[in-house]
């Protein structure tokens, strides 16, 4: 495992998200390129959350569940999902992206990109938890890109 690659042109590994991106400001999500999928993956799946949201939220904030993902998608453009692919809740309560929202001060931001052996039969209602736990025993290969992002 762990020759999965995510990047984005927007913002490199542990550096900080643009503001753009952002909940309050364009609400769209960054450039996503995926590099080095399993040949034998069936699907992708891409979640994003904020683990920092556990001290002000209570948990962590789920802003983007998306899967069944064409194994052959290279790459995500600014402001799209890819097509025939899945967008599930996030903690907006939106089937879409949600961009950084920090309500407090700097939060990490996490990517991780899952190739999959098999594709999720989920609703589109369907959470972060229940892709999780949907993909469990079918995960080939994971990669994750983080970005900062401060209020």
Known sequence: MSDLKLKSTAFSDGEP???KYGLTEEN???PLKF???PEEAETLA???DDPD???PAGKVWDHWVVWNIDPDTAEISEGSTPQEATEGMTDFGEKEYGGPNPPDREHTY???LY???AALELPETATKGDVEEAMKGNI???AELTGMYAP
């Open 110 to 112: 996490r990517f991780r």
């Open 35 to 37: 590099e080095e999928v």
């Open 53 to 55: 949201a556990v001290e």
């Open 17 to 19: 998200i643009p503001e």
């Open 46 to 48: 891409l979640l994003m």
């Open 140 to 142: 080939l290969d994971e």
């Open 115 to 117: 190739a999959l052996d």
């Open 28 to 30: 769209v999500n960054p």
